[in-house]
């Protein structure tokens, strides 16, 4: 699948969790209390995560993001990794990504800023920000939009962090499973997981039925969201 249409799922994947992810009689001392702050940062880290299996990609939308910078990480990733939809689009790297996030914006605050900045990016970049086709104006651009969301979410508190990013991959891994070549859920074992529900990236399927839907999903859980119990009720 396309880079908008992963942000998509991970967007719309936290703001569904955030009613759970609060549920003390589900998670018990896992859960967590959202303001409305972190609800929103949340749903640009998801956003972000859920394009960060494709850092093994050379020529993907992570690689474009930052110029330079990003090519020679996707890179270093993809040649480490064993190519595109390898390692990083796995379970393992999903719970190394989770795990390793709310170890680090725990323990690592300026790492974390730097990370933060990273998904943030990302997030922005899959859900629209651009400049047309120019790379390097859109780098910018995002980068100084990036750097004024971290300083404005500089203070949150980040018990959360982990699931956004958690959910995030998750997603990913998810929508690339259905499309025909499927992913290495299990790796390093090699089988791969397919369901070829969406049969060509970028195709007509992609573009006119699963976008359109996960953008009304967005809308609609965030005004949910936004609204609290009046929207439960009003759509229920």
């Given amino acids: 699948m396309m880079g908008h249409t992963h942000a998509l799922t991970g967007a719309v994947a936290w703001l569904a969790a955030v009613p759970l992810l609060s549920d003390t009689t589900v998670l018990h001392d896992y859960a967590v209390t959202l303001s409305p702050g972190q609800i929103a940062a949340g749903t640009l880290v998801a956003a972000g995560a859920a394009m960060l299996p494709d850092i093994d990609h050379h ?3 992570i690689a474009n993001t930052f110029g330079f910078v990003t090519k020679l990480l996707c890179q270093g990733v993809e040649a480490i990794s064993g190519g595109h939809r390898h390692a990083t689009h796995s379970f393992l790297f999903t719970a190394v990504a989770g795990f390793g996030t709310w170890w680090v914006s725990g323990h690592y605050e300026i ?13 922005l970049r899959g859900l629209g920000v651009k400049i047309g086709d120019r790379d390097h104006y859109t780098g910018i651009l995002n980068a100084v939009a990036s750097a004024g969301l971290v300083w404005w979410m500089h203070d949150l508190d980040w018990g959360w962090a982990g699931y956004a ?3 995030g991959c998750f997603m990913h891994i998810f929508g690339d499973c259905c499309t025909p070549r499927g992913c290495p859920v299990f790796w390093p074992a090699p089988w791969r997981l397919g369901i070829p529900i ?14 359109p839907l996960l953008t009304l999903g967005m809308v609609i859980l965030a005004v949910r969201t936004a609204l609290g119990d009046s929207a439960v009720k009003w759509l229920s």
């Fill in 59 to 61: 020529s993907g939308t």
């Fill in 111 to 123: 790492a974390w800023w730097v990370i933060l900045f990273f998904l943030v990016g990302l997030g």
């Fill in 165 to 167: 990013v958690g959910l």
């Fill in 198 to 211: 969406v049969p060509v990236t970028d195709g007509k399927v992609e573009r006119w039925v699963v976008t």
